[in-house]
């Protein structure tokens, strides 16, 4: 079913739920830019 969901996928969701609530906070714990983070919360609420 969730085929396409990748680690990094994971790791936002774990940080979300962690309390990562913006877009800035998320790529700080991510360690990636805030256009990576847009790209993959965009990924997971158009799977679901």
């Known amino acids: 079913m969730y085929e ?3 680690p990094v ?3 936002a969701l774990h ?5 990562a609530d ?3 906070a ?3 714990e ?5 256009q990576a983070v847009a790209k993959t ?3 997971l609420e ?3």
């Open 4 to 6: 396409r969901i990748r």
């Open 9 to 11: 996928h994971d790791l």
């Open 15 to 19: 940080s979300i739920i962690g309390g």
């Open 22 to 24: 913006t877009a800035s």
């Open 26 to 28: 998320l790529a700080r």
């Open 30 to 34: 991510l360690g990636i830019t805030e």
């Open 41 to 43: 919360v965009a990924f």
């Open 46 to 48: 158009a799977e679901g």
